[in-house]
Nanobody
Framework: QVQLVESGGGLVQAGGSLRLSCGASGIIFRLSVMGWYRQAPGKQRELVARITTGGDTSYADSVKGRFTISRDNGKNTVYLQMNSLKPEDTAVYYC?????????WGQGTQVTVSS
């Protein structure tokens, strides 16, 4: 059974930082493309950042230069370091694992940035 468990969300003031973590089990983590998505109220879920099996990264334009995605294959964990947070970053953040056997999602973690 595949499980993705996010942690690290919370309430932070604008300009602050948070680090999200997503622990994976039940999949061959090192063979999975990992991503962070977010969904704000009334909006569609959007890709925030992605990291390939080889460590190549890509980001949404809105977070470039502020967010950093990384992975630790030894710990089956992907991270999202979020700096210089803005109120518009407020959303539920979801971890995604894209594997040849399927596409998997975590339950989400709330990030709220106050102005």
């Amino acid at each position: 059974q595949v499980q993705l468990v996010e942690s690290g969300g919370g309430l932070v003031q604008a300009g602050g930082s948070l680090r999200l973590s997503c622990g994976a089990s039940g999949i061959i983590f090192r063979l999975s493309v990992m991503g962070w998505y977010r969904q704000a109220p009334g909006k569609q879920r959007e890709l925030v950042a992605r990291i390939t099996t080889g460590g190549d990264t890509s980001y949404a334009d809105s977070v470039k230069g502020r967010f950093t995605i990384s992975r630790d294959n030894g710990k089956n964990t992907v991270y999202l370091q979020m700096n210089s947070l803005k109120p518009e970053d407020t959303a539920v953040y979801y971890c995604n694992a894209a594997h040849v056997l399927g596409d998997y999602w975590g339950q989400g973690t709330q990030v709220t940035v106050s102005s």
